[in-house]
C-alpha cells in the first residue's frame, strides 16, 4: 500500500525565516510561493528536493492546529510525514481494519496538493504523525 514519500512537513512560526535556512544553509534552489490553505489552517511553502519536498507549514488563523505544536516547539520542528497511495478511500479503509485511528471525520479532505489526504494518529505510527494522500495524476508534485 505504502507509495512514495512525497514530502516531509516542518512546523515553523514564519516560512518566510524558513525559506532562508533551506535557500541559504542547504542551497534549494526550487523553492514555490506560500499559499494559504485556509480550510487546513495553515500556510504553505513547498521545497523541492531531488528526490521529495519539504512542506513548510505556518498557522493561518486563530483556530490553526500548527499552534499547538509551535507551542510545545515554539521555533518548529518536523510536523509530519506524507507518504502517496494509489486510493485514499481504499487506504482509510484499510488503515482503519488493522486498528490505526485516522484523525478528523475520515472523511479525505483536499490537501496542498489538490489531490485527498487523511491523517493517521501518531499513537499508531510509532509516534509520528503520517498523511497519507492519493497520488497525483499527471505531473508529480
Known amino acids: ?11 515553523t512560526p514564519s516560512i518566510d525565516e524558513a525559506v532562508k535556512v533551506y535557500r541559504d544553509l542547504l542551497g534549494a ?5 506560500k499559499f494559504a ?9 513547498f521545497v523541492d528536493t531531488p528526490n521529495s519536498q519539504i512542506e513548510l507549514i505556518e498557522p493561518y488563523g486563530e483556530a490553526s492546529p500548527i499552534h499547538g505544536f509551535l507551542a510545545k516547539n515554539p521555533s518548529g520542528g518536523q510536523h ?3 507518504f502517496e497511495v ?10 482503519r481494519a488493522k486498528g490505526a485511528t485516522v484523525l478528523g471525520t475520515g472523511e479525505p479532505r483536499m490537501g496542498a496538493h489538490g489531490v485527498p489526504v487523511i ?23
Open 29 to 33: 534552489t526550487s523553492i514555490g510561493e
Open 119 to 141: 491523517f493517521i494518529h501518531p499513537r499508531n505510527m510509532g509516534g509520528v504523525l503520517v498523511e497519507l494522500m492519493e497520488t497525483p495524476k499527471g505531473a508529480h508534485g
Open 1 to 11: 500500500m505504502i507509495g512514495r514519500l512525497n514530502h516531509v512537513g516542518v512546523a
Open 80 to 82: 509530519h510525514i506524507c
Open 37 to 45: 490553505l485556509p480550510e487546513q489552517g495553515v500556510w504553505v511553502c
Open 86 to 95: 494509489p486510493d485514499i478511500l481504499v487506504a482509510r479503509d484499510d488503515m
